[in-house]
């Protein structure tokens, strides 16, 4: 599966460059987040605009790439989902408990407060 990962100062971007996800594609997925991690990058955006479809099994590793960020005190939001992504998710009940965005604006946003939350934490 393609994929590009753009780098900013305070997170990267990984655009992926395929219209369907199921478990192979999710499992290279993991493993650029892996990579990312261990550079030491804490906050990342996967955009999702080029994304159609998506297996429930492929959706609920978005579930585990969240809880393995959030317990490393590191960010991941989900940008840009398409209609059906959208709707697949939350059939799954996914939108309730991953980062969700609509635009990649509001994903930097999410990326930004959590920052700025984390900052404030460690200052106590």
Known sequence: MERNVIV????????LETEHL???????IERTLEEQLASGIQCII???RNVENITPAAGHYFE???????????SLVFAEPSENV?????????HL???LSPTMEEAIDIISMEILERDLMNED
Do not use: P
Request: glycine share 2%; hydrophobic share 30%.
């Open 8 to 15: 900013n100062d305070t997170y990267n971007t990984i655009v």
């Open 64 to 74: 585990k790439f969240h809880n393995q960020f959030y317990n490393q005190g590191c």
């Open 86 to 94: 959208h709707k697949r998710l939350k059939q799954e009940q996914l």
């Open 22 to 28: 199921d478990t192979d594609e999710v499992m290279e």
């Open 97 to 99: 408990i991953i980062n």
């Open 46 to 48: 996967i955009n999702l």
